[in-house]
Nanobody, 121 residues
Framework: QVQLVESGGGLVQAGGSLRLSCAAS????????MGWFRQAPGKARVLVAR???????YYADSVKGRFTISRDNAKNTAYLQINSLKPEDTAVYYC???????????????WGQGTQVTVSS
């Protein structure tokens, strides 16, 4: 089993910054990809950023230039630096890791518990 623990959410004013972290622990051979999703009230959960094991990144258009995803493979941790926050960034942010637990195992998705980010105007 693999556990993901998130931290770093909070209440900030528009224009502020936050850094979210997501640490994975447990039976991990390799983390193929790390991603961050968010879910605003009454809306679907959407992907905002993803980073592969090779360091390639993807960002949703709504966050390009403001969000930066990174990873520390030695710590099995993903980070999301969020700058120039806007009220529309308010959501619960979830991390998602695609984890290979053994040499003959298919990769599996694991989710963090979610961390609330609230941006006041």
């Amino acid at each position: 089993q693999v556990q993901l623990v998130e931290s770093g959410g909070g209440l900030v004013q528009a224009g502020g910054s936050l850094r979210l972290s997501c640490a994975a622990s447990g039976s991990i051979l390799r983390i193929n990809a790390m991603g961050w999703f968010r879910q605003a009230p009454g809306k679907a959960r959407v992907l905002v950023a993803r980073i592969t094991s090779g360091g390639s990144t993807y960002y949703a258009d709504s966050v390009k230039g403001r969000f930066t995803i990174s990873r520390d493979n030695a710590k099995n941790t993903a980070y999301l630096q969020i700058n120039s926050l806007k009220p529309e960034d308010t959501a619960v942010y979830y991390c998602n890791h695609l984890v290979t637990e053994g040499s003959n195992w298919a990769p599996r998705d694991y989710w963090g518990q979610g961390t609330q980010v609230t941006v006041s105007s």
